[in-house]
């Protein structure tokens, strides 16, 4: 259980840097920085569906006692 939240917890701080990220690319205007932060969004895309894929497999390993 513990576990579970702790996964949850990362995806949902994951989700806000996301958030904060794709607010800070409508207002780059630099070409550097807006491909430092492409790159990043990009990062946390995988992440987020790294720590999503982890959480389903807990799931299952629980049974179905935990909604994703």
Do not use: F
């Not at 576990?3 to 630099?30: F, G, H, V, W």
């Not at 491909?35 to 629980?62: G, N, P, V």
């Amino acid at each position: 259980m513990k576990e579970y939240q702790r996964l949850a917890d990362n995806l949902k701080s994951i989700e806000k840097q996301l958030e904060q990220a794709e607010n800070m690319l409508n207002y780059a205007t630099d070409e550097l920085l807006i491909d430092s932060i492409i790159y990043e969004i990009e990062s946390l895309y995988k992440r987020h569906a790294y720590y999503l894929r982890l959480l389903r497999e807990l799931k299952t390993m629980a049974g179905e006692g935990y909604a994703v």
